[in-house]
């Protein structure tokens, strides 16, 4: 089956414009995180996905945002973008919930000039 | 903020040698969850052991978890170069749904 599919790959913007990633899960998969990653800070999680309701959400401003469609399809928005935004943008999906693991897509690399 | 502490930072062996990747944690938790990344990439899911667990097993792949000292031990026995990877060890805490990752181990196998 497929894996998460995460869209672009690579994505290159101006400080101050805004941006959307996009996250498939893998099909029938109802949660979806997602995960900044930063050689500085390493791994942090923004938020989670289940059903379309925001479950859970980490210690990151209002310029980060999500939703999550019917079709369990996710994006994440990050409007004023700035220089330190600059990271490898995961997602990752889970059948239920993370407690049994999570599939990540390949991320969206993110640098901001 | 990050649960776990990987130790060491970055590890070097010969292919065949065994591989020992410690990660120690805070607080309590629900599981712990092991994952590789190549490079640049997507994290991949190995091993999880829940909290009444001592040890596991899959494949070449051992995990030990010691909840009074808040440790686990990951070992990669008769590595190969495909092993060369980041590790992470990741803990679900009690009471939510996020997974909090360590600072990971860098491992390189030398051919």
């Known amino acids: 089956k497929a894996g998460v599919t995460q869209t672009p790959r690579y994505l290159i913007k101006t400080r101050g414009q805004q941006v959307t990633l996009s996250c498939s899960p893998i099909?029938?998969?109802?949660?979806v995180s997602w995960y900044q990653q930063t050689p500085g800070q390493g791994l942090q999680f923004l938020f989670e996905?289940?059903?379309?309701?925001?479950?859970n959400k980490g210690n990151f401003p209002g310029r980060f945002s999500g939703r999550q469609f019917s079709n369990s399809r996710s994006e994440m928005n990050v409007s004023t973008l700035e220089l330190g935004d600059s990271a490898l943008y995961l997602c990752?999906?889970?059948?239920?919930?993370?407690?049994?693991?999570?599939?990540f897509g390949s991320g969206t690399r993110l640098t901001v000039v | 903020s990050q649960q776990g502490e990987e130790d060491p930072q970055a590890l070097s062996i010969q292919e065949g040698e065994n591989a020992t990747m410690n990660c120690s944690y805070k607080?309590?938790?629900?599981?712990l969850q092991w994952y590789r990344q190549n490079s640049g990439r997507g994290l991949v899911h190995l091993i999880l052991?829940?909290?009444?667990?001592r040890e596991k097993h899959s494949g070449r792949l051992r995990v030990t978890l010691d909840t009074s000292k808040k440790s686990s031990s990951l070992l990669i026995t008769a590595s190969r170069a495909a092993d060369t990877a980041s590790y992470f060890c990741?803990?679900?805490?009690?009471?939510?749904?996020?997974?909090?990752f360590g600072t990971g181990t860098r491992l390189t196998i030398i051919p």
């Open positions: 996905y289940f059903s379309e309701t925001q479950r």
């Open positions: 990752a999906s889970s059948l239920e919930g993370v407690r049994y693991g999570y599939t």
């Open positions: 607080t309590s938790i629900n599981n």
């Open positions: 099909s029938g998969h109802r949660s």
């Open positions: 052991i829940r909290s009444n667990e």
């Open positions: 990741a803990t679900l805490n009690f009471g939510n749904e996020k997974l909090t």
